[in-house]
């Protein structure tokens, strides 16, 4: 199946600082989603992207859809305590009425106040 | 909030036992997505149901299976379970288009022992 590589795998970020994260793969994906999943909950939709080279933002977070249309990254400026979670890109395939994602493993994100 | 639904939030089965969890759908949606979170990986899609007919299959044994409903509500069954079989297994609904966003519910913790 459809592998998306997130890096890095976790990161420790201090109050206030900004921090970025990549989602790449080898296929190439008609959408591109960025979730983020506290413990024992579902995912929740952060921002979704639709267009290669599209750069959306969502308050703090930041996004695109690079322009191969294999990876994406995520910024998020000025962190904040409850910014703690793991965040998962994920890429929708190419086939109509078909929306399936495929997620990568995901990027735990610990922010020390 | 997004409106999706899962029951039940946890439960505890034994190998071999039958399960069945459910998912409301969000208002509006008509399609619905089941995926398999193994503890610390993403979400591994199963399968997708519109208009009550699967669409689409992940890398899923058949003893998975699912169903929708007219008010396209869906059920997951897993058959024989396995010990592999525990997992946090996640509904998402979506509208049936090209370019869509899906949003998850919380989830039900699977557990066989």
């Known amino acids: 199946g459809q592998q998306l590589n997130q890096s890095p795998q976790s990161m420790f970020i201090q109050e206030g600082e900004d921090v970025s994260m990549n989602c790449t793969s080898s296929?190439?994906?008609?959408?591109w989603l960025w979730y983020k999943q506290d413990p024992g909950e579902g995912p929740v939709l952060l921002i979704a992207l639709y267009k290669a080279g599209e750069l959306t933002s969502n308050g703090r977070l930041t996004a695109q859809f690079g322009i191969t249309r294999k990876d994406s990254f995520l910024n998020i400026s000025a962190s904040i305590p409850s910014d703690v979670g793991i965040y998962f890109c994920a890429g929708q395939l190419p086939y109509y009425g078909n929306n399936r994602l495929a997620f990568g493993k995901g990027n735990q994100v610990v922010v020390i106040p | 909030e997004t409106g999706v639904t899962q029951s039940p939030t946890h439960l505890i089965k034994t190998r071999g036992q039958q399960v069945t969890l459910r998912c409301s759908s969000q208002s509006g949606h008509n399609t619905v997505s089941w995926y398999q979170q193994a503890l610390g990986q993403g979400p591994q899609f199963i399968f997708q149901y519109y208009r009550e007919e699967e669409n689409g299959r992940g890398n899923f044994p058949p003893r998975f299976s699912g169903l929708q409903f007219p008010n396209y509500s869906s059920e997951l069954n897993v058959n024989a379970l396995e010990l592999d079989d525990s997992a946090l297994y996640l509904c998402?609904?979506?509208?049936?288009?090209?370019?869509?966003?899906?949003?998850f519910g919380q989830g039900t913790r699977l557990t066989v022992v």
């Open positions: 296929s190439i994906f008609n959408t």
């Open positions: 998402a609904s979506s509208q049936a288009r090209r370019n869509t966003e899906a949003f």
